[in-house]
């Protein structure tokens, strides 16, 4: 069975940083692309960022692009998300999910239960 | 403001057959393939169409999904009271190099 479990979250300070994991079981994880997609309490899905099988390829939203970085040990079967200089409106449910192929354009066809990141003083 | 546009609600009472929209533009509906997600309160999102019009196994085929152009939809027929969720459309988005959601239907069951 595919499970994506997602870790990391908790409360930090604006300006804080913070690095999500996800660990990957059930599939080949270095076949297939990645992404961590959020959503803020009461708010819709907002995709974050995507990251292909070998790592080479990774991609922002404008959100967060030059804060976030997302990156992958397929040694370990697992996804990151560092994320620095964080703002009040990063807070959210940090989803982790896997993509239906190897192209960061594949869809993502499976998703972990999420773990929750708070900014605030 | 999400850049794939969708109805914020829908409702429908047992039995019925809903649609929701999902528009978006060449850049993304137009030339990509369309997902679907169901959120039930509380919980993940699950993949409910891929591909435009595609059922993942185990998702029941009340569901089903189109695109036309620069838009697609959702249609639920034999609506059930379990069918009560979010449902969210997306597509790669080549402009912007990264996915785009639609912000998100909530489906009343009545």
């Known amino acids: 069975e595919v499970q994506l479990l997602e870790s990391g979250g908790g409360l930090v300070q604006p300006g804080g940083s913070l690095r999500l994991s996800c660990a990957a079981s059930?599939?080949?994880?270095?076949?297939?692309?990645m992404n961590w997609v959020r959503q803020a309490p009461g708010k819709g899905l907002e995709w974050v960022s995507g990251i292909s099988t070998g790592g080479g390829a990774t991609y922002y939203a404008d959100s967060v692009k030059g804060r976030f970085t997302i990156s992958r040990d397929n040694s370990k079967n697992t996804l990151y998300l560092q994320m620095n200089s964080l703002r009040a409106e990063d807070t959210a449910v940090y989803y982790c999910a896997k993509g239906e192929g190897y192209s960061s354009s594949s869809g993502m066809d499976v998703w972990g239960q999420g773990t929750t990141v708070t900014v605030s003083s | 403001q999400s850049v794939l546009t969708q109805p914020p609600s829908a409702s429908g009472t047992p039995g019925q057959r809903v649609t929701i929209s999902c528009s978006g533009s060449?850049?993304?509906?137009?030339?990509?393939?369309v997902y679907w997600y169901q959120q039930l309160p509380g919980t993940a999102p699950k993949l409910l169409i891929y591909?435009?019009?595609q059922r993942p196994s185990g998702v029941p085929d009340r569901f089903s999904g189109s695109k036309s152009g620069t838009s697609a939809s959702l249609a639920i027929s034999g609506l059930r009271s379990e069918d009560e969720a979010d449902y969210y459309c997306?597509?790669?988005?080549?402009?912007?190099?990264?996915?785009?959601f639609g912000g998100g239907t909530q489906l009343t069951v009545l």
């Open positions: 591909n435009n019009n």
């Open positions: 060449s850049s993304n509906i137009g030339s990509k393939s």
């Open positions: 997306a597509a790669w988005d080549d402009s912007l190099s990264g996915w785009v």
């Open positions: 059930g599939f080949t994880f270095s076949t297939y692309a």
